[in-house]
C-alpha cells in the first residue's frame, strides 16, 4: 500500500469512460485500496459517486482542473497512480503527464493519439526516468491487445525453444462488435484537424517508427504503409479491410520492440489488418473499421459535419448498456518466426471493445501498478503496456475475463 493519501486517482471520472471506469473499481478494486474520482466539477463528481450506490462511498472527491497547473500538482503528488481519461488527449493529456512525472506517479490513460505520444515522450521521458514515474499510455483497446498480445507470443516462442524474433507478424481482426463515445470521436476528429494544419505532423502519422526512442537506430524496412483498402492477405490467405487502430497500434508495438532492446528481431515486419473471412468478419469488421473511419470523416467536411453530427455521440456520451454487454473482440496473431516456424495467438475480449473491455483493461493497468510493484520490471519514463507491466498485466486480465493464449502453427 502506497504512504501517499490515495493509491488510484481517477480524473476525468465524470466523463463517459471514467464513469464506466469507476464503476469497473467499485466492483473490482481490493477494499483496503485508497480510491478518489477526480474531475473540474464537485456537483458532477458526487453525482458519479451516488450513481455507483454503496461502492461509490468508498471514493473520495478531488477538484481539479487541466487549466489550473497547481490543482493537477496537488492531485499528481496526493496518489500512487493516476488513470486519466480526460481527452482528446492531445488537447488536455500533456499538463497531466507533466504534473505526474515530476511529482513521481505512475499514470494510465486511453490515448489513441501519436502526436500527443511523441510530445510526452519528448518532454517528459527524462524527467519521468528521474522520478521513477511510469507513464503508460494506450491502456485500452488501442493498444493493450495488439501490444501485449505480441509479448505472450514472443514469450511463448521462447519457451518453445525459438529465439523469440519474427520476421513478420499481422494482427487480424477476426469478429468486433461495439460502439463509439463522444469523446472518442472528438480526439479523432481533433488529430485529422491538427493533421491538416500541421504538415510535420502528416508526416509524424506516416512515420512506421513514429514512437521510437532511438529514431535514427530503427531498421530501414522499406515501405511498412498502414493498409487504406481492400487487399488480398498472402499470408493470412483471406481478403482484408483497413484496421481503423492500426496506426497507433503497430507504432505502440514497435517502440516496445525498441525499449525491450528488440526482442522481438529488428527484422520484424508488423502489420494490422481486419479480416474478411467468413460473416463475423464482413459485419462487425466491417463497421469496426469503414463505419467508425466513415463517422470521422463526415465530421470533417461543413455539410455532412452537420447533418451526421446531429446523430452522432456528444462528449459525455457512448454506448447503452445492452450493446456494450453484447459486445465483444476477437483477434489473431499469425507470425513467421526467424527459424521459419509458424506460430499464432489469440486474444479475445468478452464485451464491448472501446468501453467494456476498455474500462477493465485500464483499471486493471492502474491497479497492477498499483498493487504488483515488487513484480513488474525495474523500468520509468514513457512506457508501453507490454514495457511498463507486460506479463504481469496480461495475467491480471486473464483473471478478469480475457484470453490470451499463443500456439504453434498457423491457425
Ligand atoms: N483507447 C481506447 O480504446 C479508448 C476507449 C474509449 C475512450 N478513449 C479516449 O478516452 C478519452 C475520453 O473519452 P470519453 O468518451 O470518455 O470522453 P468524454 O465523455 O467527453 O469525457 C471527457 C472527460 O474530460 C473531462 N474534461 C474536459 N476538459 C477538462 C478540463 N479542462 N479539466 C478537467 N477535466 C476535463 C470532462 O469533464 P466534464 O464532465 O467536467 O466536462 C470529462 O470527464 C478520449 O480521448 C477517447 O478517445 C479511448
Request: charged share 20%; hydrophobic share 40%.
Amino acid at each position: 500500500m502506497s504512504t501517499r493519501e490515495w493509491d488510484i486517482v481517477l480524473f476525468g471520472a465524470t466523463g463517459f469512460t471514467g464513469a464506466l471506469t469507476a464503476e469497473y473499481l467499485a466492483k473490482h478494486a481490493p477494499a483496503a485500496l485508497k480510491l478518489a474520482l477526480a474531475g473540474r466539477s464537485k456537483d458532477k463528481l458526487e453525482a458519479v459517486k451516488q450513481g455507483l450506490g454503496p461502492g461509490g462511498a468508498r471514493f473520495g472527491v478531488l477538484v481539479a482542473d487541466v487549466s489550473n497547473p497547481a490543482s493537477l500538482a496537488a492531485v499528481a503528488s496526493s496518489t500512487k497512480v493516476l488513470i486519466t481519461t480526460v481527452g482528446p488527449y492531445a488537447k488536455y493529456g500533456l499538463p497531466v503527464v507533466e504534473a505526474c512525472a515530476k511529482a513521481g506517479t505512475h499514470c494510465v490513460d486511453l490515448t489513441g493519439e501519436p502526436q500527443f505520444m511523441r510530445r510526452s515522450i519528448d518532454g517528459f521521458d527524462a524527467v519521468a526516468k528521474s522520478t521513477g514515474a511510469r507513464i503508460v499510455h494506450t491502456c485500452g483497446f488501442d493498444s493493450i491487445p495488439s501490444d501485449l498480445g505480441l509479448l505472450v507470443l514472443h514469450d511463448f516462442a521462447k519457451a518453445q525453444g525459438l529465439s523469440g524474433q519474427f520476421k513478420r507478424a499481422t494482427l487480424a481482426v477476426l469478429g468486433a462488435k461495439g460502439g463509439f463515445s463522444g469523446g472518442t470521436i472528438a480526439s479523432m476528429v481533433n488529430g485529422i484537424e491538427e493533421a491538416t494544419a500541421d504538415r510535420s505532423l502528416r508526416k509524424l502519422f506516416a512515420d512506421p517508427y513514429s514512437l521510437s526512442p532511438d529514431r535514427a537506430n530503427e531498421p530501414d524496412l522499406g515501405r511498412q504503409r498502414d493498409q487504406t483498402g481492400l487487399e488480398k492477405d498472402e499470408f493470412l490467405g483471406t481478403w482484408t479491410a483497413p484496421f481503423v487502430m492500426a496506426s497507433i497500434n503497430t507504432r505502440v508495438v514497435r517502440r516496445s520492440n525498441a525499449l525491450l532492446g528488440y526482442p522481438y528481431g529488428k527484422e520484424l515486419r508488423y502489420r494490422e489488418t481486419t479480416s474478411l473471412k467468413g460473416v463475423q468478419g464482413l459485419i462487425f469488421g466491417g463497421v469496426m473499421t469503414v463505419g467508425l473511419g466513415a463517422v470521422v470523416a463526415s465530421q470533417l467536411f461543413g455539410p455532412t459535419k452537420k447533418l451526421v453530427g446531429a446523430l452522432l455521440p456528444k462528449p459525455g456520451e457512448g454506448p447503452d448498456k445492452a450493446t456494450r454487454e453484447s459486445g465483444y473482440f476477437k483477434i489473431r496473431i499469425e507470425a513467421e518466426s526467424v527459424e521459419g516456424e509458424r506460430l499464432h495467438a489469440r486474444v479475445v475480449g468478452t464485451s464491448d471493445p472501446g468501453y467494456g473491455e476498455t474500462a477493465k483493461m485500464l483499471s486493471e493497468a492502474a491497479l497492477c501498478l498499483a498493487l504488483d510493484e515488487a513484480k513488474l520490471p525495474k523500468v520509468s519514463g514513457v512506457l508501453t503496456p507490454a514495457t511498463a507491466m507486460g506479463l504481469v498485466l496480461v495475467e491480471r486480465l486473464r483473471a478478469a475475463g480475457m484470453t490470451f493464449e499463443a500456439k504453434r502453427g498457423a491457425r
